[in-house]
């Protein structure tokens, strides 16, 4: 059967649309539930924490919808790389569930970057949700930054399960996976999406020690 390019197209735009009000509704009962809080005067920084998560991951929901209806929807702006680590970190921790895991963010110098802020936090996400999903019950993920010559050097690692030798070659590839409920899109979403910022997704080492994924981008 062949499919039709411009009949997918509209399917993906109605769906995005679809899906695009559904999560909106997140986002309005999140500023009910704050309002509730100051109207009462509740401060609970557990709530409030999860309240912004939500929030921010709506955010990088619709961006990511808005792909389905339009080509070039890159918004770049000037982000500081501290903070994206940080947003990222906490917005991750949600995938720890009961799993003993540390996240430990090291940063030796700060630096600016010229992204598209949810973009670009959704791509370390991805690389922490994986390197989540890589730890069976106990185990330490590192998210570190380093800037030489105007290069900064973001890498994720993780003393989970390795991945194979020959996974190693094609984990980049769209639609490789070995997840049993994966798309095998994630990594490579990432890579491109990270391309299209100027910056570079790779591999770095993974073996029974370590996992290590680097992110290099220019700073300003």
Do not use: W
Not at 19 to 44: A, F, M, P, T, W
Not at 104 to 132: H, M, P, R, W, Y
Not at 154 to 161: A, E, L, Y
Request: glycine share 4%; hydrophobic share 35%.
């Amino acid at each position: 059967m062949t499919l039709n390019p411009e009949l997918l197209q509209e399917q993906s735009r109605c769906i995005a649309h679809e899906i695009r009000n559904q999560v909106s509704i997140c986002d309005v009962y999140c500023e009910i539930i704050k309002k509730h809080l100051e109207k009462d005067g509740i401060k609970n920084e557990s709530i409030s924490k999860a309240v912004d998560c939500i929030q921010k991951s709506v955010k990088i929901i619709n961006n990511s919808l808005i792909e389905l209806k339009s080509v070039n929807n890159y918004s770049p702006q000037n982000c500081d790389i501290d903070s994206l680590l940080e947003q990222s970190i906490s917005l991750s921790k949600v995938y720890i569930h009961d799993k003993k895991i540390d996240i430990i963010k090291s940063v030796k110098n700060n630096g600016i970057i010229n992204v598209d802020e949810n973009k670009f936090l959704a791509c370390i996400i991805n690389l922490i949700k994986n390197a989540i999903e890589a730890i069976e019950n106990k185990g330490e993920i590192i998210i570190s930054s380093e800037i030489k010559d105007k290069t900064a050097k973001i890498t994720i690692s993780n003393n989970g399960k390795a991945i194979s030798p020959s996974e190693q070659k094609t984990i980049f590839n769209e639609g490789f996976t070995t997840k049993k409920t994966g798309s095998g899109l994630g990594l490579y979403i990432c890579k491109n999406n990270l391309k299209a910022q100027n910056a570079d997704l790779e591999l770095l080492q993974s073996n029974s020690k370590k996992t290590i994924f680097e992110i290099t981008i220019q700073t300003i």
